[in-house]
Each structure stands twice: as C-alpha cells, then as structure tokens.
C-alpha cells in the first residue's frame, strides 16, 4: 500500500473568504479540517482490528478555512491532455466559475493543446478564461483549449514556460501519462524552490487510474457504448446466423465492455484484456459461438481494445502519451469469425461497430457532468490550501486527495476472480473460460 500523505506548499495563513462554518449543528456546510481522514482499505475480519498508520488513510477533500495563496495575486493555468473523454469542458467550467466566483481569482489562463501549449517551439498563446467565457462549454463535446498528446517529458521547458507565465498554480486534466507528467512537472518546480502547486483530475474512459473509484467519462461512455452494443443487437437478431461485434475502449482494462454488457443485457460474450482466451478447440471462442448460433441464431460480442493482444502479431513501439501500441483485435476477429464459417459453409452475416471515437467526442451525460463539478470544485479548494502533487478522486463515496505518485503508480485493473467479473459471467451466461485446458 503507498503512501496517502499530501504534500503542501507551506503553511496556509490567509482567511478563506468562503465564509463556511466552524462548528457542527448549524445547518451551515463546513470547512473541512486536514485531519479529516478515510480508510482505503475496509475489508475486516471477525476478531482482527488494526489501527492504521497516517499515510495509510486518505484525506478528505474540501475547503479548507486557511488558504496558501491570496486569490487576488494569484494566477492559474488549466490544461486538458491526451485523448477526448465526455466530460473535458464541464471540469474546465467547474475549475473557472469555482476560482473566479468563490475565490475572487481573476488571472485564469488556459493553456492550449495540451503540454505542447508550455513549449515554446510551438508558439501557442494562453487563452484568458472567465465565467462568461466558459458558461455554455458544458453542452458542447470535447475541449475548448484543445488537446495534444505528448510533450509532457520535455519538463524542464514546460517549467521555463511556467516561470514566464507567473502561474501559481496549474490544474493538470487527464489520464495516466497526463499524470506521469504533471508529477514530473511539480518534481522539477520542487528542486527549483518554487512555490507553485500542481493538482490534477483524472480524465480516463477506460476508468483505469489507480485507487480511484470511478474517472470522469467513464458513466458517459458506458451510456454511449450500451447504445451501440443495442444496436448490433438489432443488426444480428435481424439476419440469419447474425452476429455482432463490437469493439471499445479498454487498453488494459475492461471495464466500459463488462458494465456495459451488465447495462444493455443484450450481448453474449465480453471480451477483456485481464481475462485471456483462446479462438480454437472445442472450448475456443469460436466453437462455442458456433454452438450459440445453432442454438439461438444469433450473437452479439463485446471486445476491449487491449483483450487478446497474444493472439495477434506482435506490435513494436509507443505512442506520443507513452502507451504501448496495440494491434487490432477488432479487424482482428472479425476477419477469424468470418473464415471460420466460410470454411464450414456456414453462412453468417456479421456486422462489426467501432463507436470510440463517436464516445469519447460525446458531450457528458448529466451522472458525468455532476461528476466533473464536484470534482472541479474540489481540485480548486486543495489548490487555494497549497495542496500540490495530488489528484481528486472518489473513494467510498467520499471526494479525497491521492497522492499522484500513488495514482500513477499501477493501473487499476478488474479482477477475474472477483465479484463485478462473476456477476457480467453470470449474467450473460459465457463460459467461465475460453480455454481448453484449465490454467
């Protein structure tokens, strides 16, 4: 287990002009103490007890009373990174009206195209951000400032850029290399003796970022993804021997494909990059897909993106965010299915849909935009604390501070032997593997 504890700039001074409450019983919302904290981990035992350490129980986030920074000096940055997700423009709207409406900050800047807008050789301008400016983002898909990925290894740039621009603070909006980068960033403003935070909020659809619950985007796309796997139901359930196949988002992680066929109830295999299988033998995918078309007539398969990488050949290299470049599984099983009938003589009518980038241009659905202001909001009280080197996130219900080394440090991945895995088994009733010999 890592370390939760947060780092702060210094020591906060300055009177929060929230004008919250102290005490309980008021029926006024609270500031919420730094000693307010939650268990990661809950699981217990009868007749075990333990008493965590600190840095194993996580800060809850909120306003603070003291503030490190005067919001009448203080400048701000927000920059969105790597690829769209639902959701973008509501955090950008949510960081801007939380500063300039609860905070009084007026310097606002939003940094174009992603890191690549910090390096100069690009020669992009910052984009002067108010509540006016940003009020009707939210019903619009992807990014006003625009997005990039990549350029975030380039640190010592991006600094040199920072330090020019004056900002105190930056806001990092994106996923697990966003991330990697925004750490490194405020490593570099560390040995620099500078005082500015860097807090970030985890953009991801794949809901692949370590000890957070649940990423913005990922509800959104889930609805979006439960729109096209209804479709392809349509399509198979209309032909004869129809199949459909759809491919979505999941480079390490299934879970758009597995709460999506738990959602739609329409799909009869989901495929997962945590959860191997074979195409051939009597166990294979493609027998028993054999079998549920002489049994029902039709079939709808779900794939993420990342599931059966070994079947393919092998793919050299990364791309710009760092990610490992993945072959086609899509094309993939699409071309094997149909080659399997055609040697059998089966005639077959196989439709394949990829929506991911109909989903990820998709403005929020409101669950998703809820989501974002509050994760906004929150981003903004650890920032105006002097918080620095941390992530907003959901855990247990609760809105808290996670170290991005912590976030960064893994990828959150299903468990094949755990409950959300046997419930999508169960309730779509595949076989438990598609192996021919037990593992």
């Given at each position: 287990m890592p370390d939760f504890?947060?780092?702060?700039?210094?020591?906060?001074?300055?009177?929060?002009p929230l004008g919250l409450s102290k005490k309980k019983g008021d029926l006024i919302?609270?500031?919420?103490?730094?000693?307010?904290?939650?268990?990661?981990?809950?699981?217990?035992?009868?007749?075990?007890?333990?008493?965590?350490?600190?840095?194993?129980?996580?800060?809850?986030?909120?306003?603070?009373e003291k503030l490190y920074f005067s919001p009448s000096h203080v400048h701000v940055g927000i920059v969105t990174c790597?690829?769209?997700?639902?959701?973008?423009?509501?955090?950008?709207?949510?960081?801007?009206?939380?500063?300039?409406?609860?905070?009084?900050?007026?310097?606002?800047?939003?940094?174009?195209?992603?890191?690549?807008?910090?390096?100069?050789?690009?020669?992009?301008?910052?984009?002067?951000?108010?509540?006016?400016?940003?009020d009707d983002i939210h019903k619009i898909g992807g990014t006003m400032l625009g997005t990039s990925r990549g350029g975030g290894e380039r640190t010592g740039e991006i600094v040199d850029t920072i330090e020019r621009l004056n900002l105190n603070i930056l806001f990092a909006i994106g996923g697990d290399g966003t991330?990697?980068?925004?750490?490194?960033?405020?490593?570099?403003?560390e040995r620099r003796g500078l005082k500015i935070a860097v807090v970030g909020v985890?953009?991801?659809?794949?809901?692949?970022?370590?000890?957070?619950?649940?990423?913005?985007?990922?509800?959104?796309?889930?609805?979006?993804?439960?729109?096209?796997?209804?479709?392809?139901?349509?399509?198979?359930?209309?032909?004869?021997?129809?199949?459909?196949?759809?491919?979505?988002?999941?480079?390490?992680?299934?879970?758009?494909a597995v709460h999506t066929v738990l959602a739609v109830h329409e799909a009869n295999f989901v495929l997962i990059p945590?959860?191997?299988?074979?195409?051939?033998?009597?166990?294979?995918?493609?027998?028993?897909?054999?079998?549920?078309?002489?049994?029902?007539?039709?079939?709808v398969i779900v794939v993420a993106e990342g599931a059966g990488q070994g079947l393919l050949a092998s793919t050299v290299g990364s791309d710009a965010s760092g990610n490992k470049k993945l072959g086609d599984i899509g094309l993939f099983l699409k071309e094997r299915i149909q080659a399997y009938f055609d040697f059998r003589k089966?005639?077959?009518?196989?439709?394949?849909?990829?929506?991911?980038?109909?989903?990820?241009?998709?403005?929020?659905?409101?669950?998703?935009?809820?989501?974002?202001?509050?994760?906004?909001?929150?981003?903004?009280?650890?920032?105006?604390?002097?918080?620095?080197?941390?992530?907003?996130?959901?855990?247990?219900?609760?809105?808290?501070?996670?170290?991005?080394a912590a976030a960064v440090s893994r990828r959150k991945i299903i468990d094949p032997e755990g409950s959300l895995w046997r419930d999508a088994v169960e309730a779509i009733q595949q076989p438990l593997s598609f192996r021919n010999e037990v593992v």
């Open positions: 504890s947060i780092e702060s700039l210094g020591r906060p001074t300055i009177e929060s919302p609270n500031f919420v103490p730094d000693d307010t904290l939650i268990r990661y981990m809950i699981q217990a035992a009868p007749g075990v007890s333990d008493t965590p350490t600190r840095g194993e129980l996580l800060e809850v986030a909120g306003p603070r790597g690829g769209l997700c639902p959701g973008l423009n509501d955090v950008i709207r949510s960081l801007v009206r939380s500063l300039w409406l609860l905070y009084g900050v007026r310097r606002i800047s939003g940094i174009r195209y992603g890191y690549k807008g910090l390096l100069p050789d690009y020669g992009f301008e910052v984009i002067p951000l108010s509540p006016d400016l940003v991330q990697k980068g925004a750490l490194a960033i405020a490593g570099e403003i985890p953009k991801t659809v794949d809901n692949d970022i370590a000890f957070v619950e649940k990423t913005f985007g990922f509800d959104t796309a889930v609805v979006k993804a439960s729109e096209a796997v209804a479709a392809a139901h349509m399509e198979a359930h209309s032909q004869m021997n129809g199949i459909g196949l759809v491919k979505l988002m999941g480079r390490d992680s299934g879970f758009i945590e959860v191997g299988f074979e195409l051939d033998g009597p166990k294979g995918l493609l027998a028993v897909l054999e079998k549920r078309l002489e049994r029902r007539g039709h079939a089966v005639e077959i009518n196989l439709k394949y849909i990829d929506p991911s980038y109909m989903i990820r241009s998709a403005t929020a659905e409101p669950v998703d935009s809820l989501y974002c202001e509050r994760l906004g909001n929150n981003a903004v009280h650890a920032a105006m604390a002097g918080k620095t080197k941390l992530l907003i996130g959901l855990v247990h219900n609760e809105f808290v501070h996670i170290p991005i």
